[in-house]
């Protein structure tokens, strides 16, 4: 069965610190993977996805995401982290036979000034 | 554009009341679903459509019902609210292309059963 696993349910960084947060799926092709941001009372904006080729993708609002095959790991990244960051994050893995996603637990950002 | 809309925003319900949640999406996507978040678990998918007149369960479809009448609405009926439905909803809609995973998610609905 398709899984994500976010091991971290809240992180605090400080304001301009580097950020790192893992993801973990399990699947048994090459998985269709995807960061969602989601600000307090919001819907869900997709961040960054990976479907294939370059393993490092680009998104927006300067994040990043690497997908390691070997890890089975598809960690978001930003260099220098803006108050305006926090937020709940979630990854997410396309499931083919319901052509739908699902979905990690999700973890808080917290940034201190 | 307006994207994906869901009314209500809030809504309290007692156990045992009925109520349907509405989303309609207005850029012409042919797969509509919902979704449940709670703490701790993620989102979880409910009911999902591919066109209308088709829809088909997703992970926690119980106490839900859904109909796809139209291409534009996808609504979400609870018969006989329950406590455990208090949660989050979420309407998300995509295009039904091969290759396009471009999902469009509403605002959301805040459910309180009492």
């Known amino acids: 069965a398709q899984s994500v696993t976010q091991p971290d349910i809240h992180i605090t960084v400080s304001e301009g610190a580097s950020l790192e947060l893992r993801c973990n799926y399990s699947y048994g092709a090459t998985p269709y993977l995807f960061w969602y941001v989601q600000s307090p009372g919001q819907g869900l904006q997709l961040l960054l996805k990976?479907?294939?080729?370059?393993?490092l993708v680009q998104g927006i609002k300067g994040f990043e995401a690497e997908f390691k095959r070997s890890q089975s790991s598809f960690n978001l990244r930003k260099p220098s982290v803006h108050w305006s960051d926090a937020a709940e994050y979630f990854c997410?893995?396309?499931?083919?036979?319901?052509?739908?996603?699902?979905f990690g637990s999700g973890t808080r950002l917290q940034v201190q000034p | 554009n307006a994207g994906v809309t869901q009314t209500p925003k809030f809504q309290v319900l007692k156990t045992g009341q009925s109520m349907t949640l509405q989303c309609a999406q207005d850029m012409n996507h042919e797969y509509m679903s919902w979704y449940r978040q709670d703490p701790g678990m993620g989102l979880r998918l409910i009911h999902y459509?591919?066109?209308?007149?088709?829809?088909d369960q997703g992970e926690v479809p119980n106490g839900y019902n859904v109909s796809r009448s139209t291409t534009e609405d996808f609504p979400l009926r609870l018969l006989s609210a329950a406590p455990s439905q208090t949660s989050v909803y979420f309407c998300a809609s995509k295009r039904q292309v091969n290759g396009d995973y471009g999902y469009t998610f509403g605002s959301g609905t805040r459910l309180t059963v009492v």
């Open positions: 459509s591919v066109g209308a007149g088709i829809t």
């Open positions: 997410a893995v396309y499931r083919t036979g319901r052509r739908a996603l699902t």
């Open positions: 990976y479907f294939s080729g370059d393993t």
